[in-house]
């Protein structure tokens, strides 16, 4: 049931992915104190318009805005408004899409707005958002889809959480396949859970979205009455990191990265394959 992609799919894929990357840029540029979450939202839809790209976001089993805009104890799903502004301080996990010529790319990142945040929050992002990379490090031939989870888990576990404790990696929601459309075949879990196997095998053409989601405190979450914003259970804050990755013969590809993820997956001895885009 997995998509395999031909090497010009997945440069079609990259096309995508780095329009993501570029409303990553800009919305980053804009989340600061006193801005709105709709004022992101617009800055991400001009990006997508400039590119010549949809969004799939908007629209997609109703949600009605271009990102999501996950604010403090909102672990994903946080729709942007002009009731919530953001203040010095607050953390915000911004997820970003994008379609070319019918392909996807999903991405997202944790932004910190001005000043002053406390330590056990920059090492809450640090840690989920090199998780992630350890996560895209074992895009491996040969792997199998539990090798990611592994890597993702044993990451996280192994990070002394500052206060004592342990780390919450959400368990109600994962990565995901990729393709032709956002959300596809295989899940993703950011854990590994015996029972659901090794997964399969991953071989040149799989594309995944690897997204680890961590709290301060618990792995529970809930669903606000919106339908769409999710929570922790315990209103512990909460960061989130995703890119989207491709597999070819030459190796991985990182879609959402400007540079294939060249620079960090060498910290994991790990070489990128070219971009498929390079002239």
């Known amino acids: 049931m997995v998509q395999i992609k031909t090497p010009e799919q997945i440069a079609k894929m990259r096309e995508a992915g780095l329009v993501v990357a570029a409303i990553h840029a800009a919305t980053r540029e804009a989340a600061v104190p006193?801005?709105?979450t709709k004022d992101l939202d617009d800055v991400a839809r001009k990006v997508i318009a400039e590119h010549g790209a949809k969004s799939n976001f908007l629209g997609y089993g109703?949600?009605?805005?271009t990102i999501c805009t996950s604010v403090n104890e909102v672990v994903v799903h946080g729709?942007?408004?002009?009731?919530t502004v953001l203040k010095d301080g607050d953390i915000i996990s911004i997820d970003a899409g994008a379609i070319i010529d019918g392909w996807h790319g999903d991405a997202a990142y944790t932004a910190f707005v001005g000043t002053g945040h406390a330590p056990e929050l920059i090492e809450l992002s640090r840690v989920t958002e090199e998780s992630m990379w350890a996560g895209l490090a074992a895009m491996k031939l040969g792997n199998r889809l539990v090798d990611i989870s592994r890597a993702i888990e044993t990451y996280i576990r192994r990070q002394p959480k500052p206060g004592g404790g342990k780390y919450g990696i959400v368990e109600d929601y994962g990565g995901h396949g990729i393709g032709t459309e956002m959300h596809m075949d295989p899940h993703l879990l950011n854990y590994v859970?015996?029972?659901?196997g090794k997964g399969p095998k991953l071989v040149?053409?799989?594309?995944l979205a690897i997204e680890p989601m961590v709290s301060?405190?618990?792995?529970?979450?809930?669903?606000?009455?919106?339908?769409?914003?999710v929570i922790t259970t315990d209103g512990t804050w909460s960061s989130h990191w995703e890119h989207s990755i491709a597999l070819t013969e030459e190796g991985p590809i990182v879609l959402t990265s400007p540079d294939c993820g060249k620079a960090k997956l060498a910290e994991y001895g790990v070489t990128t394959a070219p971009d498929p885009l390079a002239k």
């Open 34 to 36: 006193g801005a709105t």
């Open 62 to 65: 109703g949600f009605p805005a």
């Open 79 to 83: 729709i942007p408004d002009d009731k």
């Open 193 to 196: 859970e015996r029972r659901r």
């Open 204 to 207: 040149p053409g799989f594309c």
């Open 216 to 229: 301060l405190g618990t792995p529970r979450t809930e669903t606000l009455e919106d339908d769409w914003t």
